[in-house]
């Protein structure tokens, strides 16, 4: 009688079964020159709905393969209408509150259906059993692993576990979860990730490459957890184009516990550069010679009667920035003279456009090639032919205002920090405080995001809903308790701003958040954005400039008004940093590479620390990070 029982059991369900794999399943021919992914995108399902399916397909699909897909659109449906329950593949981006509303049923209803099923949460694939409303709901008997058949994805160039987990439908804690090795590492090309099933062999660890025998002139460095190779770039003071060139294997991304070879003059013996008060150790023997070029272009104002000039001077803002970074250049001059310093000034009118100048009049005329130091032109093409015209005799070249600049010659000195090492000064202030980066970006400002996916790796992303706004479950769920939690806002909607900045605020009692900007953001100034609303989440932010209150920064001011009677500005006080540094560089008894190769300074409101670039010249990687304290105050983050 059992054995009757059994067999018509077996009929029964087993007849079901085949009904469900006929009406739930297409069969495809693969076409000539057809992969994975484009199939899965046809039928609107998932590589790992085809792998599933058919496990022999991730060593490759050939032409006239037949492979069995899900057939999505009929999973949810033909359903007798008297039965108890009905059965439900979840698909992309699903949840069970849309779930409950789809059915008309409690997600109460749904969680005791599926106990099993959603031990581990609702994952893309799973097959759920929904309640009829007004019907039993039915136990859920554990069913045994059909197949456990482990399904793999080899790593490519410049995949990353973002790119992938989209890819096959999972998240990124699944893909960790189940690969627990690349956990805090990027993922080297080759390395073969389990996406679903159990691995049949003990996990290994990423292989790493480690470098050849270094030369006497290098030294071996092993990299550590959570390094990147900027922050390795920046701790060493070398460019990364140096350490590609020792090492190659980096251009597929650092691995924890790898060797890299690092110049031997930038090995981790090497003395970090400490910031000098220059005024200490100057010389006044020596006689040097500087040239200011700025852009007067007095030949326009011969051509102006008195009234167009005074027009002129209301307002053309160049010619006004000009003449309040010559005044803050003329107190340097001052300053220097009263130390007793033997340095001769030439002031030029570099009459200039953003595509004229008459530089190379002015190297002929002025014999240039023969002086220790050149300060502008302003504009950098400009700069940066002057730079050319000097490189044979080795002349340094100071970009005075420019972030941005095409050609390198090994003459040229770019004092302002570029965009990008200003952000990546923030970064790398958020890591040395071993923070959770989070950020928060509107989607409309996808160059920043682009920017973050290919330099910032360690950084996740809050997600929005479907209404544009913040959603605010998936931020709680990547804040962490234990550590400061930096959250990146990047948008201009004062409505999302107001959003945000009240969110993070409810939160402050659990968590310890700082809101974090990467750059200037007009719409903070607007009336409905109060200060408090940024000082009670101590928002930081990378600057060019600090907040001086010291007495040196008083005498400057002091000066300029007795001078010009007015407070000096932005411009002045620029013009005043880089000239008076400048000449305190040539006052030193080393020449002038040497202090910018051995030394760092700060003026009133500027830093400088210049780095060498492989392919010549230096640049200014001196930015400050500020923070508004909660007493409406700007102060600096240390």
Known sequence: MKNLIY???????????????????IKHKVQKGETIIQISKKYNVTPLDIYKLNPDAQKGVDENTVLLIPNKAKVKTEIPSN???????????????????????????????????????MKVGTILVIPVKGKP???EIPKPNISKTAIYHEVKAKETKYAITKQYGITIEQLEKLNPEIVNIELPIGFKLLISGEKSIVATKPEIVQASI????????????????????????????????????????????????????????????????????????????????????????DQDTINSTKARLKKDKFLNMTLDFYAGALVAIDSVKKMGLNIDVTILDSNETKSTSNVTSLVQVNNLKTFDAIIGPFYQNNVEKIAGLLSESNVPVFSPLSKDYDKKFSNLVQSTPSSDDIKNAMFDFMRAKNGNIIAIVD???????????????????????????????????????????FVIMETEKTNLILSITNTLSSLLPNYDIKLVILGENDALDYEEISMTRLTKLKMHYPSLTRVNESDESTIFENSFKRKNKILPNQFATRGFDITFDVLLRLAQEKNITETLNETATEQVENRFYYKQNLDGGYTNKGVYILFYDTDLTIKEAK
């Open 137 to 139: 709901i039915p136990v």
């Open 214 to 301: 270094p030369k006497p002139t290098e030294s071996l460095y092993v990299v550590k957890a959570k390094e990147t190779l900027y922050s390795i770039s920046n701790q060493f003071e070398v460019t990364q184009e140096e350490l590609f060139a020792l090492n190659p294997e980096l251009k597929d991304g650092v691995i924890e516990g790898m060797s890299i070879k690092v110049p031997i003059k930038s090995s981790a013996l090497a003395v970090k550069k400490e910031y000098k008060d220059l005024t200490k150790s100057i010389q006044k023997g020596a006689n040097k010679k500087l040239a200011l070029l700025l852009p007067f272009n007095l030949t326009k104002l």
């Open 443 to 485: 989607p409309k400002k996808a160059s920043v995001k682009q920017y973050i996916l290919d330099n910032q790796k360690d950084v996740v992303f809050a997600q929005f809903n479907e209404k544009g706004g913040l959603n605010v479950e998936n931020l709680k769920s990547i804040l962490v308790k234990d550590k400061t939690n």
């Open 83 to 121: 039965s108890v329950a009905k059965k439900h593949t979840v698909l992309a981006k699903e949840t069970l509150y849309s779930l409950s509303k789809l059915y008309d049923v409690s997600i109460a209803d749904i969680e005791n259906a599926n106990v099993e099923s959603l031990k581990e949460g």
């Open 7 to 25: 067999i018509a059991f077996f009929l029964f369900f087993g007849a079901n079964i085949s009904l469900g794999q006929s009406t739930n399943l």
